[in-house]
């Protein structure tokens, strides 16, 4: 701490025994300073620091700190950025337009970088080719782990046969429920004579919703005379492609061919009948049958035709 040092050091709270160390400093025979020291104190413009501890029914405040110094609670920001939160402690604010966050300790300075990107100390991954950087040597750690392979721990699954391995435990767990049925929480339908279960309460929440009509949020269709509904917001998205709302045209660019169409799988499978390009032929296997096809469905009918397999 600096600044107040001496006034400080002497700070204690009412009723507490605080007896002096051989070291100069202030002792407890609770252990209360070091909960004070190491979780309750924080900076203040980076001249002093204020210890603050709830003692019983008191909250001791050090004596640079007066009531008028506080902030009204709802205040963002104030002259010192000051609040005293419903616990009676002594907070400081964020102070950052639109931001509520506010703490008793020393993470202030951690939460700007990580929230806001004031004062971030960027740290880069060193591998080669790689551009990676992350304002927490964590996220490094775990960017390292599931992109290089270095320093990972892996999670093999101990079924028989199986040699699925995960960098996350969680990872191996959802694996084993899910391919194993290993310690499987399975939620049933509760709905008369439906026996259908689910692994996952999202997926029995869709059954439910596409099956029985049961919690459904109708997406309808706001053009004139259209009495289109859809249980699923993207389903709508599909339909207005009726009403040329939303398209996206994807024109093929062959020289003099106008061909245009709303789905990018229509213009592929178009070049490839029309304009023979990317095409996947697939040739007929019978001896001195010379027939090809750009589709397996096609190939498949002129063998049971032709050749009555």
């Known amino acids: 701490m600096s600044g107040n040092d001496s006034a400080s050091s002497s700070w204690h709270a009412p009723g507490s025994n605080v007896v002096p160390s051989q070291g100069g400093g202030d002792e407890m025979d609770t252990g209360f300073v070091k909960v004070c020291r190491s979780h309750l104190l924080f900076d203040i413009d980076n001249v002093n620091a204020t210890p603050v501890l709830t003692v019983g029914e ?24 000051l609040v005293r939160n419903k616990q009676g402690l002594v907070m400081r604010t964020c102070g950052i337009a639109g931001c509520q966050y506010k703490t008793g300790g020393t993470s202030m300075n951690r939460h700007k970088a990580a929230k806001h990107g004031i004062d971030v100390v960027w740290i880069s991954c060193d591998q080669d080719g790689c551009d990676y950087k992350a304002k927490g040597r964590g996220r490094i750690k775990r960017h390292k782990q599931q992109v290089h392979d270095i320093d990972v721990r892996w999670h093999h699954c101990d079924q028989e046969g199986c040699n699925y391995k995960a960098k ?40 439910k919703r596409d099956v029985h009509d049961i919690d459904v949020r109708w997406h309808r269709c706001d053009q004139d005379g259209c009495k289109y509904k859809a249980k699923q917001a993207g389903n709508l998205k599909r339909h207005k492609l009726v009403h040329d709302i939303g398209v996206r045209w994807h024109h093929c660019d062959q020289d003099g061919c106008n061909f245009k169409t709303k789905k ?36 498949k009918r002129h063998k049971r035709n032709v050749h009555s397999l």
């Open 168 to 207: 996350e435990a969680g990872d191996l767990k959802k694996h084993k429920q899910f391919v194993h049925d290993i310690d499987v929480r399975w939620h049933h339908c509760d709905q008369d004579g439906c026996e259908y279960k689910a692994k996952i309460a999202g997926h029995l929440k869709v059954h």
């Open 264 to 299: 990018a799988s229509h213009l592929k499978r178009h070049k490839h009948n029309v304009h023979e390009i990317d095409v996947r032929w697939h040739p007929c296997d019978q001896d001195g049958c010379d027939y090809k096809a750009k589709q397996a469905g096609h190939l």
């Open 58 to 81: 008191e909250s001791a405040v050090a004596i640079d700190i007066m009531e008028d110094d506080l902030d009204d609670e709802s205040a963002s920001e104030g002259a010192r950025g």
